[in-house]
């Protein structure tokens, strides 16, 4: 029914920058909230940031300042956009979408993608 794809992470030095895509697809009627978390190994998944359809948006305290989150409604795709990036950052990062399909909301997830910040 509906399917959350990522764009490909990857490696990036310390400082650097990195800009990754979700494009939500299927039978979709409202997306209330889009938005990225993260999970490091043996870690619990933490939210990043999110942005609701009228734009509202939320970050973690520890990316404030470094990334930004934005969408186009029109193509039901969300980014972060992540500067400054550092060490801590390194984590695998899951797409997530709560949103009304044929008659019942969910809560929908990405595949995930590596992101690994190292020198």
């Known amino acids: 029914q509906v399917q959350l794809v990522e764009s490909v992470g990857g490696l990036v030095q310390p400082g650097g920058s990195l800009r990754l895509s979700c494009a939500a697809s299927g039978s979709i009627f409202s997306i209330y909230v889009m938005g990225w978390y993260r999970q490091a190994p043996g870690k619990q998944r933490e939210l990043v940031a999110a942005?609701?359809?009228?734009?509202?948006?939320n970050y973690a305290d520890s990316v404030k300042g470094r990334f930004t989150i934005s969408r186009d409604n029109a193509k039901n795709t969300v980014y972060v956009q992540m500067n400054s990036l550092k060490p801590e950052d390194t984590a695998v990062y899951y797409c997530?979408?709560?949103?009304?399909?044929?008659?019942?909301?969910?809560?929908?997830w990405g595949q995930g993608t590596q992101v690994t910040v190292s020198s």
């Open positions: 997530h979408a709560r949103l009304l399909s044929v008659g019942v909301i969910n809560d929908y």
């Open positions: 942005i609701t359809s009228g734009g509202s948006t």
